[in-house]
Antibody, heavy 121, light 110 residues
Framework: QLQLQESGPGLVKPSETLSLTCTVS??????????WGWIRQPPGKGLEWIGN???????YYNPSLKSRLTISVDTSKNQFSLKLSSMTAADTAVYYC?????????????WGQGILVTVSS | QSALTQPASVSGSPGQSITISCTGT?????????VSWYQQHPGKAPKLIIY???KWPSGVSNRFSGSKSGNTASLTISGLQAEDEADYYC??????????FGGGTKLTVL
């Protein structure tokens, strides 16, 4: 059974860079069939797609975050990561890692439990 | 503001059927059959319940069904049960190689 687990800080200061890691177990992140993705949810609000990454490093980003965003893969650790710079209060959210599947990798079938990240000084 | 529009809330009594709509554009819902629906209970991660407009992932009840007409997709839940009370989100592939989510609909089982 595939499992995903987010890790990282729960509190980030304004203007700092958020770094989150998703550890994949029960399957190889290097599988040629899959991308890996990040989605976030501000408290009490809806879901927002952040971006997807292939094990080779190919990425697709939400245009609204692209200038601040880097998603990468570490195949040796079976992990993928998110870095979001210039954090503001508007970036406070539960961040989920997930596995996107389908023709255009837009269907998320496995999700991590999520990690709440609060931006505050 | 989400690119896909859903009603903020719907409600129904046990045993009834309800439908949640999700309206987009020709660049997403109207242009592709890649609409998905997710169920989210409080404090939990979303769960995929419908993909490719009408398909069920393994283990999902067939009380959930999806459809699409033009730029609007719909999720129907038949035989409402108390455990169906949750938030529901639609999503779609968009022509810009991105993924859009709806704003979510809170389902209340009366």
């Amino acid at each position: 059974q595939l499992q995903l687990q987010e890790s990282g800080p729960g509190l980030v200061k304004p203007s700092e860079t958020l770094s989150l890691t998703c550890t994949v177990s029960g399957g190889s992140i290097s599988s040629s069939s899959y991308y890996w993705g990040w989605i976030r949810q501000p408290p009490g609000k809806g879901l927002e797609w952040i971006g997807n990454v292939y094990y080779s490093g190919t990425t697709y980003y939400n245009p609204s975050l692209k200038s601040r965003l880097t998603i990468s893969v570490d195949t040796s650790k079976n992990q993928f990561s998110l870095k979001l710079s210039s954090m503001t209060a508007a970036d406070t959210a539960v961040y989920y890692c997930a596995r996107p599947i389908g023709t255009f990798y837009s269907i998320f079938d496995y999700w991590g439990q999520g990690i709440l990240v609060t931006v505050s000084s | 503001q989400s690119a896909l529009t859903q009603p903020a809330s719907v409600s129904g009594s046990p045993g009834q059927s309800i439908t949640i709509s999700c309206t987009g554009t020709t660049s997403d819902i109207g242009g592709y059959n890649y609409v998905s629906w997710y169920q989210q209970h409080p404090g939990k991660a979303p769960k995929l319940i419908i993909y490719d407009v009408t398909k069920w992932p393994s283990g999902v009840s067939n009380r959930f069904s999806g459809s699409k007409s033009g730029n609007t997709a719909s999720l129907t839940i038949s035989g409402l049960q108390a455990e169906d009370e949750a938030d529901y989100y639609c999503s779609s592939y968009r022509s810009t190689s991105t993924v859009e989510f709806g704003g979510g609909t809170k389902l209340t089982v009366l």
